[in-house]
């Protein structure tokens, strides 16, 4: 009797045991249904991260290494033959104004490196246009200004902007520095380095901070350091600032941290990736120093990760 209920007992308790291994197998093969491993996802949903494709894009384009330069010769020469291919970008008035204003006014003085990449000096129209908004008026300064128009020099060059399209730019440089500048903008033309525009700081009304927010690449401006009062190396025509917005300008003011221009503060943080970043990688950084200019970028009072300047 008792072996019986015990036999029962046991085959029951066998029963349930198998009934619940079954609802559990069930179950684990409906829930593998709805989800899967991690494994398995990724396996499905290979990684396509929409930023980090045109970061790459942008990023290897602008340090395709120099090796390619010798090819994009042939390139060059036909995207300026090919006229429609190069594109005028000033945002304001539709021509490069300096280009406008110089015509062929300074040709006999002209010095051309090669094809679309010149200096010049300034035709009287271009000064008179540059008066009181990049150079000082006559009666703004007690003294005379620090460089004289002569000592500066008109620069015409080409370069690939941020879609990948051959444009016109030109700035104002000190004559000792204009050689250098046609030869660095040349070899990042031929290495299809990105620059957005180049436009004199005119077209902003001599507004560092316009031309900053706007990412204008720039050279020649009389004015003083941000935040002091001493004169900046741009008031010689001795500084350029490349890509601003992607290379701010930082300084730290009493402890705070200051970064310029408006809306660049991500691009503050340099452990990041992201294009347009000047760093020590970079060919702008390589061209401008090994010709004896300073990065801002390695300062240690503040940094101007835009800024390079030469001290003759
Ligand atoms: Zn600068």
């Known amino acids: ?29 409906l829930f593998r249904q709805g989800s899967m491993t991690l494994e398995e996802y990724a396996l499905k949903h290979p990684v396509q991260p929409q930023d980090n494709n045109e970061n790459r894009d942008s990023v290897s384009s602008d340090r395709i290494p120099s090796h390619v330069s010798s090819n994009n010769a042939g390139t060059t020469v036909s995207a300026n033959n090919a006229g429609a291919t190069v594109s ?22 002209r010095i051309v490196y090669t094809d679309d990449f010149y200096y010049e000096p300034l035709s009287d129209a271009l000064m008179a246009a540059m008066e009181g908004i990049s150079y000082p008026a006559f009666d ?29 730019g030109e700035l104002i440089c000190n004559a000792s520095v204009a ?27 001599g507004d560092d901070t316009a031309s900053m927010e ?3 690449t720039s ?39 200051r970064i310029s221009p ?6 503050a943080d340099r452990s990041r990736e992201f294009p347009y970043k000047i760093d020590e990688n970079d ?12 990065w801002g970028g390695n300062w240690n009072s503040m940094k101007d990760y835009q800024h390079f300047q030469k001290i003759t």
């Open 219 to 257: 050279c020649f401006n009389y004015r003083t350091v941000e935040g002091s009062t001493s004169l900046s190396k741009h008031a010689l025509g001795l500084a350029i600032d490349i890509n601003p917005f992607y290379n701010p300008y930082v300084t730290y003011p009493e402890g705070q941290v």
């Open 140 to 168: 703004s300064l007690e003294e005379e200004p620090a460089v004289a128009y002569e000592d500066l020099r008109y620069v015409h060059l080409l370069h690939y902007d941020f879609h990948g399209n051959v444009a016109e």
């Open 179 to 205: 050689q250098d500048f046609v030869e660095i903008f040349h070899t990042l033309y031929q290495n299809m380095y990105r620059i957005e525009k180049i436009l004199l700081i005119d077209v902003y009304g």
């Open 214 to 216: 706007d990412n204008n």
């Open 262 to 267: 408006r809306g660049s503060e991500i691009y």
């Open 1 to 29: 009797m008792i072996n019986r209920i015990n036999r029962n007992s046991l085959l029951k308790l066998i029963l349930i045991l198998f009934a619940l291994v079954f609802i559990a197998a069930g179950l684990s093969f």
């Open 88 to 109: 005028s970008n000033e945002s304001v008035s539709g021509e490069l104004m300096g280009k406008r204003l110089n015509a062929d006014s300074m040709i006999s003085q």
């Open 283 to 294: 060919l702008c950084y390589k061209l401008f120093t090994e010709r004896g200019f300073l």
